[in-house]
């Protein structure tokens, strides 16, 4: 009892999990111009290690954006941003709130000797009696050294991102303007999920499906590492033409109004595969039998299917809206809006109809804080008061039946496609 008494689980997590926090942020910026032509340029780097000692962060950032003024009146702005992130991490949950908790060792569980050596934690499932012992002690180490694989596991995000903007502004009279701008961008997000051999949930999964008889052990998914990749790439188009008016009179009046539309296109497409019984070292793998019926644990947890959750899949979503509004004010203080917009997408529906809605808004303000009778001490108070008519989609649905293609009979219909009859619905609602 006295050895138990000196034991807190926190301590081994704060000398081998947890880490002080140490980021660094490095950038240089140029700029130069004259009163036709201003630019700027930075780059800057992140490196950041978390708290966790599996965790990193790193990114790198260009940046260039350049004003030309040929006319007076004519206002040409172009940017380009490029992006380059990558996030590492144990695929393995490392984090106290939840190995911490443990399974019957809370709050005595200790992750090292005095020496420093890994000791074997029972916070996985199954009762140690029945890991050691199964298929008379042949199937894979089942036991759980937390501080030995601490790095048999890890997930690798990277997102590359570029990303172009231009803007035109003209001013065709006092006070009115006009404006179109076009943006383009596009992201590269590779995935990496591994799991080696040295993982105990690696170990487990190929224990799982192993099967045995008293002379051999087959394991019907291969021995070796899990590799997971996917990729997504996605392609952001967008463009705006807009009008503006501001006018101000007698001190007193200020009037601002704009118009305008715009356009956004959106693809995506993406793509997951997983390797089993695959080698680093040489980047090798092992093909598996899909779709093929074994027995669980050699049958004490029944039949299960060997399933192939490898997928592709796209979408391409399109947005048109057409906007205007208008905001008055009287000595800085009495304010009056409203705005009108029809949103178009061709995720709305089949009927034409359904394909865009109008929305509105009325509005009104009081800056109180305006006001001689306020006191100083208050910078700022404003009543509002607004009412309109707002809506949105659900963009993960489609008002077209959808059909599914698998690798494998679905797990209700037996075969190897399935078809969803989704009726999608737009949710309005007025506000005020």
């Not at 940017?79 to 399974?103: C, E, F, H, L, Q």
């Not at 591994?194 to 105990?200: N, T």
């Amino acid at each position: 009892m006295d050895r138990l008494r000196g034991i807190d689980m926190r301590d081994d997590f704060l000398k081998y999990i947890y880490r002080p926090t140490f980021n660094q942020q490095y950038n240089i910026q140029l700029k130069g111009g004259s009163e036709k032509v201003n630019t700027i340029m930075s780059l800057g780097y992140d490196k950041n290690l978390k708290n966790l000692v599996t965790s990193s962060y790193e990114r790198l950032t260009v940046k260039s954006n350049t004003q030309i003024r040929p006319l007076d009146k004519l206002l040409l702005d172009f940017g380009i941003t490029y992006t380059d992130s990558k996030s590492k991490d144990a695929d393995a949950n490392w984090d106290y709130n939840v190995m911490g908790r443990g399974m019957g060792n809370f709050p005595y569980m200790e992750l090292a000797d005095k020496y420093g050596k890994a000791l074997i934690v029972d916070a996985i499932g199954y009762n140690p009696a029945f890991r050691d012992t199964i298929a008379g002690g042949r199937l894979l180490d089942w036991k759980f050294r937390p501080l030995d694989e601490l790095y048999e596991t890890s997930r690798i995000n990277k997102v590359r991102e570029v990303i172009f903007n231009t803007n035109v502004k003209y001013e065709l009279l006092p006070k009115l303007t006009i404006s179109a701008n076009y943006a383009y961008q596009r992201a590269s997000q590779p995935t990496e999920i591994w799991r080696g051999l040295g993982s105990v949930d690696q170990r487990a999964t190929l224990n799982y499906y192993a099967s045995w008889d008293p002379t051999a052990v087959t394991y019907n998914m291969p021995k070796g590492d899990y590799l997971n990749k996917q990729q997504r790439d996605n392609v952001t188009q967008m463009g705006r033409i807009q009008v503006n008016y501001e006018k101000i009179w007698s001190g007193l009046h200020q009037l601002n109004l704009l118009a305008g539309t715009e356009v956004r296109q959106i693809r995506s497409d993406a793509t997951s595969n997983s390797f089993w019984g695959y080698n680093r070292e040489n980047g090798n793998f092992t093909p598996v039998q899909w779709g093929k019926t074994v027995p669980a644990l050699n049958g004490i947890a029944g039949q299960t299917i060997l399933r192939d959750f490898s997928s592709m899949d796209g979408f391409t979503n399109r947005y048109r809206a057409y906007f205007a509004n208008a905001n008055y004010a009287f000595k800085e203080r009495y304010i009056f809006s409203g705005s009108v917009r029809k949103d178009e997408s061709n995720l709305f529906g089949v009927k034409t109809n359904d394909k865009g809605k109008p929305f509105w808004s009325l509005g009104s303000s009081w800056l109180i804080s305006k006001e001689f009778f306020l006191p100083d001490e208050i910078d700022l108070l404003k009543l509002r008061v607004t009412y309109g008519y707002n809506g949105n989609v659900n963009n993960s649905t489609s008002a077209y039946p959808i059909m599914y293609r698998e690798s494998m009979p679905h797990y209700i219909s037996n075969q190897p496609m399935h078809i969803y009859n989704l009726h999608l619905t737009r949710a309005c609602a007025g506000k005020g």
